[in-house]
């Protein structure tokens, strides 16, 4: 009997092991959903673990800057994004909760301490702490339960749209079948010819969480661009985080 009760316990775990698996392959051909229901099971696949500390590559380019970096991110969920950006130096450091964003560079000898303004200047739309970190775990920057969605099937995704869009921008999901994270999300102000794509290539399983493995991140303003990805080399979660940040002194303060 104990023999049958371990069996079962062990198809079961390997059973879900290879469920989650299956999820990751990308093959899953979607299928017809309704929009409430494509919601709610993208917000049932929200990051759920307490902490990220994770080592990634950057590749930068705003036409007139194009370089690579290390960057090394640590993630207290809904508390705290540190960032250290690294090349034989460090190039930058950044600390950002929900109420300040606060930056330095020992390269550049400047620092800024203020909201999310220069990340508004940096992306071209408004952003708050809460969509930042959602834009990093591959969910939408805005809660897709709150508004009727409608839905359309491009490209073997789900994409969702409000039915009421802002009248500042549109904006649009394209939710993965297969495990309901995002493909892509995007912000358009066509009146002032500005939009923001979110690319979400690939995931990785990680500690039974599905975890973005690259990231893409194209911002496109009248007259400039930024482009930004990122390429996770490696993740963990749940661990002590230190995200102590101290401005140094002397420093030229940049002004937005």
């Known amino acids: 009997m104990k023999f049958i009760k371990y069996f079962v316990v062990f198809t079961l775990v390997f059973a ?16 017809k959903m309704s929009a409430k229901k ?13 902490s990220i500390d994770a080592k990634l590559k950057a ?7 194009k370089q690579s970096i290390s960057v090394s991110l640590k993630m207290k969920k809904d508390e705290v994004i540190w960032l250290k950006g690294t090349k034989f130096i460090t190039v930058f450091k950044a600390k950002i909760t929900p109420t300040s964003v606060k930056f330095y560079s020992p390269y550049a000898k400047n620092y800024f301490d203020g909201d999310f303004s220069m990340l508004k200047k940096l992306l071209g739309t408004d952003i708050n702490f809460n969509q930042l970190q959602n834009l990093l775990l591959g969910q939408s920057v805005m809660n897709v339960k709150q508004e009727k969605q409608n839905i359309t099937i ?10 009421s869009q ?12 297969s495990h309901f994270k995002l493909d892509k999300q995007s912000i358009v102000n066509a009146q002032k010819n500005q939009r923001l794509d979110v ?58």
């Open 16 to 31: 879900s092991c290879k469920s989650k698996k299956n999820l990751m392959s990308g093959s899953m051909v979607v299928e």
């Open 38 to 50: 494509v919601a709610r099971k993208h917000i049932a696949s929200n990051f759920d673990k307490k």
């Open 59 to 65: 590749s930068f380019n705003n036409g007139k800057l």
């Open 154 to 163: 491009e490209n073997n995704s789900y994409v969702l749209s409000p039915e």
């Open 166 to 177: 802002s009248l500042l921008f549109d904006i649009f999901f394209a939710v993965n079948p």
């Open 199 to 256: 690319f979400y290539p690939s995931y990785k399983l990680i500690d039974n969480a599905v975890f973005p493995s690259k990231i893409q991140i194209k911002a496109k303003q009248p007259g400039k661009f930024t482009n930004i990805d990122f390429t996770v080399k490696s993740v963990v979660f749940n661990t002590e985080l230190n995200t102590s940040f101290s401005m140094p002194k002397g420093y030229k303060q940049i002004k937005l």
